[in-house]
């Protein structure tokens, strides 16, 4: 998802969501014989574009099983299979390893979604920790080893008991390897009373160590306190009483809880019902449930007051025992306010811009699309062949934007998306040494601004690529945070784990530092500097926010908030490259997102040839997932992912195809450049380990010879259609019938009404839409294409459509069709 071309996995990170679609388990291991099955994923010794981790199969256990995979103590890895080619549907899998060491993936074909991963045996030496703990702690307590294999990490070690108040625990390495660590009750907050780390040195034959606690910093209120942004409505308005609910698993008594909230923007801040900062409502328990282990589960419940709109309402919770001491904070369980999660929301009558809904985006990555200006070209190396052109920078610049915007307003698009475009080291712009400077390779400030000036002047809206999540390891900020330390203004603008080396990164790039933009002095630098800059003094109309699941959603609360006080019409929308329930939680926070969940579903149409039932029932669940005012930005292919056009084969009905369904569809639809030439690849990203993003940014062609002509001409019909046609920009969508070949699907305003058939069967069908419709009392109907001069009439209580075979149709409605 970010645009780097550093390292291979790097510039496709994340590949694998491209075929994300709600999982349906397979039951039948007969049906899950593969011929090759590989590992792919985010660890440093993994990747997501290459074959280089095969699983190898067991017959007799009828599983695969990869060779020893190198691994992070501590750290998360994201993974998936790819089975003969194809990703393995639903969400990433992850993982995180309790040690340092090799491990071994398991892929069980009749039961895909097993996370089975265990510590392969390639270690020569080892220690056993045997603890026992102090009195008072709770037998649900369960000790665990925070050590320097595992990045210190007080969570992912849990001990085993042996014994009342006994725990023991293996940990294996390198023969006389030394290991530091501490004991804790599973969090750091709950540490052993101790300074300085136990050390102990790993044995060639094996080791006993007997360890006592004598003493924990504190001892955990509860097991786990969820609230997850459960509160009811999610889109409050200044008439809602916002319910919070709270879900709490606990072994001792819990009766009492709070929320702390505040209603101008300050960060919340209490203890045990007693407000610091803000205001408090209190939580009552509704309900107490208890498992046969004795673990109870409780739901508390409680309200926020209404407020005005454009309100921001921060707030964090915690749960306690009345007659004990402490408390324990939602969702981190952290033990003080200041390190609790903070909880946001925005109170407003929820909508999105108009124009927005009725946007045709043309995405343009600046250094691929036109060089107007060769004197700026003093990174471009023209004698390098293609393949390594491609690497690097090639001479595309603001001026080259310029000069085609006839070009682009020609095709009827009336929205333009400016890719990053920042000072920095490389030509995608993702990796920003600046923020309010354009890298003199694409032009300057005042050419960016002359830029919007020009689209405005033609009524065409501009969006900005924002990149809110980290800098470049060359930024200012971060350099001066490197060499100062502590003693650095900047330090806290960056979480350091352990300064100077180890520090929190976008996806483990080092060269990409992630800002911390719940530090107050980062917000403020985002939102009250970036922000006007890029809308009052260049004057974009909005934000493509990239990687926005990196800031907190408080965060975006104050963005939605600081955005539109400046221009309440301005649109923003995100890159939440997830599954569906974490694209639709940024409701309320920005006006719409990035819909990967439909371009998952057109790509296993049209591509992996899946069946219209399968497709319908993908795009009944999308649509029904999106808030009304939500505007999903749909699209074909982009900088991030393999064209369209190249995995269709360069087969031009495909493409003709998916695009014409994709502008049917609800959302704002996005060409990226080139897709409506039938800009293709010219070389295959699978048979490179790295840069295979090249491929995914080939310059545009302006050579008309070079172009496709029948594409180009389909496209400006479909956005001539999307423009004039009310129900495809703001109609209701219904699925009306579909089969393995046959989808049909309306778009329906009051006052427009469309029907659509898509036929990706290799036969002509005839249809009856009366039948289809299941209407007993036949209307006089009339049927007007909206790609062709075909037409249909309702006669003799009929109406039949001929579909052709591998076509998508498009029909205005007039008459009764319901």
């Known amino acids: 998802m970010k645009k780097w071309s550093l390292i ?142 595992n990045g210190f990490n007080y969570t992912v070690s849990p001990m085993e008991k042996t014994g009342d108040g006994i725990y023991t625990l293996r940990v294996v390495g390198d023969a006389s390897e030394e290991l ?32 006592k606690v004598d003493k924990w910093l504190t001892i955990p209120v509860a097991q786990s306190v969820r609230h997850d942004f459960n509160h009811a409505p999610y889109t ?23 929320v702390y909230y505040t209603t101008d923007g300050s960060i919340p801040d209490g203890k045990r019902g007693t407000a610091v900062q803000g205001r408090t409502s209190f939580l009552t328990v509704q309900e107490t449930s208890t498992a046969p282990d004795g673990l109870q589960t409780s739901i508390l419940e409680g309200t926020i007051p209404a407020q005005k709109n454009k309100t921001r309402v921060k707030y964090k919770i915690d749960v306690w025992n009345k007659s004990s001491e402490g408390s324990q904070f939602a969702d981190n ?32 990555f600046v250094d691929r699309f036109r060089d107007g200006d060769v004197t700026n070209n003093t990174s471009v190396q023209p004698d390098l062949p293609k393949d390594e052109q491609l690497k690097g ?26 890719s990053p475009i920042y000072e920095g080291p490389y030509s995608h712009g993702y990796h920003p040494t600046d923020f309010m400077k354009v890298d003199p390779r694409f032009g300057s400030n005042k050419l960016m601004k002359e830029l919007v000036k020009k689209a405005h002047k033609r009524d065409m809206k501009v969006i900005y690529d924002l990149v809110p999540n ?32 180890e520090y929190d990164t976008f996806y483990s790039v080092k060269e990409l530092p992630e800002l911390n933009n719940d530090n107050p002095d980062t917000r403020d630098y985002m939102l009250n500097e970036v922000v006007p800059f890029w ?25 939605r908030h600081k955005v539109k006080s400046i221009d309440s019409n301005a649109f923003i929308f995100g890159e939440v490259w997830d599954d569906l329930d974490t694209i639709t939680s940024y409701t309320g926070k920005l006006d719409g997102a990035i819909d990967f969940e439909t371009q998952t579903a057109l790509h296993g149409a049209f591509i992996q040839g899946k069946s219209m039932n399968e497709l319908a029932a993908s795009l009944e669940t999308i649509q029904n997932g999106y808030a009304e005012e939500f505007v999903a930005a749909t699209f074909l292919d982009s900088h991030d992912m393999p064209r369209f056009f190249y995995e269709a084969k360069e087969n031009e009905t495909t493409m003709k195809n998916a695009a014409t369904l994709q502008f049917l569809l609800p959302g704002a639809p996005i060409i990226y450049y080139g897709d409506e030439v039938g800009l293709s690849q010219s070389g295959d990203h699978n048979a490179v380990e790295e840069w295979k993003d090249r491929y995914y940014r ?84 009339q049927l007007q294409s909206l790609l062709d001069k075909d037409k249909y009439k309702s006669h003799k209580g009929k109406l039949m459509i001929e579909s052709e075979a591998k076509t998508v149709s498009a029909y205005e409605v007039k008459g009764k069709l319901r």
């Open 393 to 418: 920078w090639m001479g595309g610049d603001l001026q080259g934007v310029i000069d085609k915007l006839d070009y682009i307003e020609e095709l009827g698009v009336n929205t333009l998306w400016i």
């Open 8 to 149: 291979s996995f790097v510039g496709i990170a994340l590949l694998f969501l491209l075929f994300a679609q709600p999982f349906a388990q397979k039951a039948d291991a007969a049906e899950t014989t593969y011929d090759k099955v590989v590992l792919r994923g985010s660890a440093e010794s993994l990747d997501w574009g290459s074959d280089n981790h095969p699983l190898a199969y067991d017959a007799e256990k009828q599983l695969w099983e990869s060779a020893p995979v190198e691994l992070k103590g501590g750290k998360t890895v994201e993974y998936k299979f790819v089975y003969d080619g194809k990703w393995m549907e639903g969400s990433n899998l992850t993982f995180t390893p309790s040690q340092d060491g090799k491990y071994i993936f398991t892929f069980h074909p009749d039961k895909e979604r097993t996370v089975d991963i265990r510590l392969a045996d390639t270690h020569s030496g080892s220690v056993t920790l045997n603890l026992s703990v102090p009195e008072e702690t709770p037998d649900w307590a369960i000790p665990t080893v925070a050590s320097s294999k």
């Open 470 to 501: 980290h800098t470049s390891n060359q930024h200012d900020f971060f350099q001066d945070a490197l060499s100062q330390g502590t003693g650095s203004k900047y330090y806290d603008w960056y979480t350091f784990t352990k300064w100077p080396d």
């Open 236 to 258: 409050p308005n200044k008439k809602d009483v916002v319910q919070v609910e709270v879900e709490v698993q606990h072994f001792g008594p819990i009766d009492a809880g709070a």
């Open 180 to 211: 530091t660590y501490f004991y804790s009750l599973s969090g750091e907050a709950y540490k052993e009373d101790r300074t300085d780390p136990r050390t102990v040195t790993l044995r060639e034959d094996g080791d006993n160590v007997y360890d």
């Open 333 to 364: 369980n952290a033990l003080t306010s200041e390190e609790a999660t903070e909880f946001a929301y925005y109170v407003d009558d929820y909508k999105s811009p108009k124009w927005a809904k009725e946007a045709v985006i043309y995405q343009v």
């Open 698 to 781: 080939e310059f545009m062609p302006w050579n008309k010879q070079e172009q496709n002509r029948e594409i180009k001409n389909h496209y400006k019909k479909l956005i001539d259609i999307r423009t004039k046609e009310q129900a495809l920009t703001h109609g209701d969508f219904r699925i009306v019938y579909s089969d393995e070949d046959v989808l049909v699907f309306e778009r329906k305003t009051r006052k427009n009404h469309v029907l659509v058939v898509v036929n990706q069967g290799t036969e002509n069908r005839r249809l009856d839409a009366f039948e289809l419709y299941n209407q007993r009392t036949p209307n006089r109907v």
């Open 535 to 559: 809308m009052e003094d260049i004057g974009v109309d909005g934000f493509r926010l990239d990687y926005a699941k990196g800031p907190s959603q408080s965060f975006w609360v104050d963005f």
